[in-house]
Nanobody, 122 residues
Framework: QVQLVESGGGLVQPGGSLRLSCAAS????????MGWYRQSPGKQRELVAG???????NYADSVKGRFTISRDNAKNTVYLQMNSLKPEDTAVYYC????????????????WGQGTQVTVSS
């Protein structure tokens, strides 16, 4: 009943910018946290940025100062503004959310988006 739909990936030159969006929909009671992960071939999926229900954020050291995560609670949407992109940022980016649902049994569950490819290359 809950799904996350991502958009905004693509090909960009080094130093360029992209803005990823992830919208959650379905039988959502509340969202405790939302975040972005990425995975490139041969590497483990890693947390890029996260935002909690209280508004606190955290970032991977490799993206601090370049990426900004934000959240629109009214739209159940999280964004990742990526500036000064580097080739090392190339990966599939996945949206994640901890969502409280009323059944199934009720509780917080982790949901994942389908992934969106970000390629940084000249």
């Amino acid at each position: 009943q809950v799904q996350l739909v991502e958009s905004g990936g693509g090909l960009v030159q080094p130093g360029g910018s992209l803005r990823l969006s992830c919208a959650a929909s379905g039988s959502i009671l509340s969202i405790r946290s939302m975040g972005w992960y990425r995975q490139s071939p041969g590497k483990q999926r890693e947390l890029v940025a996260g935002v909690r229900s209280g508004g606190s954020t955290n970032y991977a050291d490799s993206v601090k100062g370049r990426f900004t995560i934000s959240r629109d609670n009214a739209k159940n949407t999280v964004y990742l503004q990526m500036n000064s992109l580097k080739p090392e940022d190339t990966a599939v980016y996945y949206c994640n959310a901890e969502i409280y649902i009323a059944s199934g049994p009720p509780g917080f569950y982790a949901y994942w988006g389908q992934g969106t490819q970000v390629t940084v290359s000249s």
